[in-house]
Each structure stands twice: as structure tokens, then as C-alpha cells.
């Protein structure tokens, strides 16, 4: 049994207070729903609150942790409630196992009957687990991670994986400098401290909501993890140059690239979701840039992409992944994942990064990045590639960072990891094509 799960099993916190029937039952109806796994956690929530305007901003907050602590330890909670469990049961035994509630805690909450499975489950103890199981990760996934980690590093990357993840922000360069919205917020009593990675990132000490706050309003922040920041930092990309942000979803690093420019050049946004390009134009609006061109595209080979062979100073491609290293703050994904999709995806990104190549001018830059922590979806794609196109070549992460202030031991390819980095799960190769070639 891991570490993790023993101090879970062991001690025993009294909470603030017992929870209410009725919030109970709120939180067993949207864990419910997310556990058929028809649609990502973090939309189904979004719905059931719509549903439930009543609900406050702490009952909000409390459904979401509790539903993210039970995916978080799903499998755990099944080896102690049943597979059969139900999402009732599966949150009866969170409380008692996850958050040790004394029994007290359950009085109005749960029968007769319940409690008493309820004392009955305090008391087991469980056999010998398997890694899988020891890591809450369902047993494909264990088994592509021992690819890359040894059992040591599964255990100690998944306990680092079923954390709540920090609250970033990052700076708008184009309206603001970090010290001045460190020193803005802590004005406003919000417990903000500088990134230790990116020279962009302020992390915040707890989660306030933002939304409202005035510098949201006027674009002077955004919510962005350190760790993505630091692919916009690998693009680097100049004043007046035609930069391309290949899959560029609602836009997150699109503002980023926008901002580093100073609103200058040309800044392709391509994606072939119209919805999410749709959020990215008042996030432009906002930020105060003036460069970026969103532009929807049917697919990789669009020939709206074609018309920018060979033009592009920098390309970017983020590619859609599993998503595999955002399970801090997507633990859903660990179970709607397969391998038959990591398989679909490896496709997709190898023709993808093969057709946004051909955008980069000779001198050009290209950055092909993922939130996985798969090797298949990394290293596998950017091999291939580089085998089958032999007028790129490979160039140090770890330099480019370097010369604008970064101190990162990350080698040739950027590898960022929650129990290390205290950032998502990030893969990225730096690659320019060769001039002349």
C-alpha cells in the first residue's frame, strides 16, 4: 500500500461542520452524472450549477473538490466501497476514508443502515494492491507509464497527479509588468507570489474568484498554468514577425504569442472548432491586441493553411492530445481515456505537425507540444517526424529558455511534471527548419 494511502487510511481530521442533507444530495446527483463518463467532469458541472442557480459560491465549491476527490481516488474508493458501488456509497466512503470524518458527522446524513457499513468500512483494511491500483491509474495506463518511469516514479508522478492544482496567472506584458500585478493584488488582499519558472506567472495562495476583479476586466491577467506559459517562451516569438498558432482552441497561448509581439506582425490563430475561436475574440478584445487573425479551418490541409507554406518566422503546434498530464485538474480523463484513443491521437498529431511544417520559412522556428505524459504522443511523433523531414533539426530547449532568464535542467526537450515542477504534465520540441535546406 503507498504512502499516500496509508496517511488517507490513518489519520483523522474533524471538518468544519457536518454537510447539509440537501448538499449531499446535490453532490451524490452531479457525481452521478459525472461518473457515466459521457461528457467531461468539468462540463457537467458547469450544467448542473446552471440547473441550480441557488446553489452559493461555497456549495459550489464544495460539490466540485468532493467530485474531484472521489475521481481522484476512484479506484481506491472501489476497492473499499465495491465496484458496485454506487455514487451514494462512493461519497459515504470518501468522508469516512478520505476526509475521516468522525461518526457524527454522519447523524441525519446517513440511515441506520448506512452507518453501520459506514463503521464497518472504517475498519477494513485492505490486501496487497497492484501499482495500478496503488496509483488510483486505471491498469493500461500504469502499464504505458512503466515505459518511461520506474515503479517509484508512477507512484510518486500519480500522487503528484492527485493534487488539487495551484491557481496561475500571467502577466500581460502588453499592459502589465509582474511586480506590479503582484504588488496590485496584495492590495486587494489576494495571497500572490511570483512563478518560479516562468518570468510571466504570479501563483496565487488560494483560489479567489477573479472574474470580476478590475484587472481581469481591463486584461491585465490571465489564468494560465506556469508550465503552458512556457511553451509560448520556447516560440519566443518578435515584434513584426507572422507567427502561427496552429491549434489554437479558445486561445490561452494565442494571447501569450500576442502580447510578446507587443500587438505587431501577424498572428495566425488556427483551429477547426468554431465555438472555441469564438471565445477567443473577446479574450483579444480584452488583452488589448490588435494582431492576432483567428481563422477557422476544416482540417490540417485546409488551404487556408496552404497560402502560408514557407512564410511563417514561427509556428506553434500545440497539439490535441490525451490530456494525460492535466489529470490534476482533469481526473476524468485518467477513465474516459483508452489505448484505442492514444492510438487516434498519435495519428492525428504526426499529421498535423507534418502539415504545420510546412508553414516554417528556412530560419524558422517550430514547436511541437502536448499535455501528455505519454511517450507515444511525445518523443514517438517528434522522432518520426524528424526522421521522415530531414531539413529540421533539433534545437535545445533548455538554450532557448536559458537566454530569456529561465533556469530549467530540462535538456533538449522541455518535460515538466506535477511532482517535480508543481505544473502540468508538458512535453515540447524545439525544432527549426534549416536554411538553404
Known amino acids: ?88 456509497e462512493l461519497l459515504l466512503a470518501w468522508f469516512a476514508r478520505g476526509e475521516g470524518w468522525p461518526m457524527r458527522n454522519f447523524e441525519g446524513l446517513a440511515s441506520a443502515t448506512e452507518r453501520e457499513w459506514i463503521e464497518k468500512l472504517k475498519a477494513v483494511s485492505l490486501g496487497e494492491a497492484t501499482l495500478a491500483e496503488r496509483a488510483d491509474l486505471p491498469d493500461w495506463l500504469a502499464e504505458r507509464l512503466l515505459r518511461s518511469f520506474d515503479e517509484e516514479g508512477v507512484l510518486a508522478l500519480a500522487q503528484g497527479l492527485n493534487r488539487p492544482a495551484p491557481l496561475d496567472l500571467r502577466a500581460n506584458v502588453l499592459k502589465i509588468d509582474r511586480d506590479t500585478l503582484l504588488a496590485r493584488l496584495r492590495e486587494d488582499r489576494i495571497g500572490a507570489e511570483p512563478g518560479a519558472l516562468s518570468p510571466q506567472a504570479v501563483r496565487l495562495a488560494g483560489k479567489p474568484a477573479l472574474q470580476k476583479h478590475p484587472l481581469f476586466l481591463d486584461g491585465s491577467f490571465e489564468v494560465q498554468d506556469e508550465g503552458s506559459q512556457l511553451l509560448g517562451l520556447l516560440v519566443q516569438p ?44 473577446p479574450r483579444m478584445a480584452r488583452a488589448g491586441l490588435s494582431n492576432v487573425h483567428p481563422v477557422l479551418i ?52 504526426g499529421a498535423i505537425l507534418a502539415a504545420a511544417a510546412r508553414l516554417v520559412r528556412p530560419g524558422g522556428r517550430l514547436v511541437y507540444a502536448t499535455c501528455s505524459l505519454l511517450a507515444e504522443e511525445n518523443d514517438a511523433v517528434v522522432d518520426a517526424f524528424l526522421a521522415a523531414h530531414p531539413a529540421f533539426r533539433p534545437v535545445s530547449a533548455q538554450e532557448v529558455l536559458d537566454k530569456q532568464g529561465v533556469t530549467l535542467a530540462t535538456g533538449e526537450r522541455l518535460r515538466l511534471l506535477p511532482h517535480v515542477h508543481d505544473t502540468d504534465g508538458f512535453f515540447a520540441a524545439v525544432m527549426e527548419r534549416v536554411a538553404g535546406a
Open 298 to 349: 476544416a482540417h490540417e490541409n485546409d488551404a487556408k493553411v496552404k497560402r502560408l507554406a514557407g512564410k511563417a518566422d514561427r509556428v506553434l503546434v500545440d497539439a490535441p492530445c490525451t490530456g494525460l498530464g492535466t489529470l490534476r485538474r482533469n481526473p476524468d480523463l485518467k477513465w474516459r481515456q483508452s489505448p484505442a484513443a492514444v492510438d487516434e491521437m498519435v495519428a492525428k498529431q
Open 238 to 281: 518578435k515584434r513584426g514577425e507572422l507567427v502561427v498558432d496552429f491549434c489554437a482552441g479558445a486561445g490561452g497561448k494565442t494571447l501569450q504569442l500576442g502580447a510578446m509581439m507587443r500587438s505587431t506582425g501577424r498572428l495566425y490563430a488556427f483551429d477547426v472548432s468554431e465555438k472555441r475561436l469564438a471565445k477567443l475574440k
Open 1 to 88: 500500500m503507498d504512502t499516500d494511502m496509508k496517511k488517507t487510511e490513518k489519520t483523522e481530521k474533524t471538518p468544519e461542520g457536518a454537510v447539509s442533507r440537501a448538499l449531499f444530495i446535490q453532490a451524490t446527483q452531479a457525481l452521478g452524472t459525472v461518473l457515466a463518463f459521457e461528457f467531461p467532469a468539468d462540463a457537467v458541472l458547469s450544467r448542473h450549477f446552471r440547473d441550480n442557480r441557488e446553489l452559493g459560491h461555497r456549495d459550489r465549491g464544495f460539490i466540485a473538490e468532493t467530485v474531484y476527490a472521489v475521481l481522484r481516488r476512484l479506484r481506491w474508493l472501489r476497492r473499499l466501497a465495491g465496484d458496485k458501488a454506487t455514487p451514494r
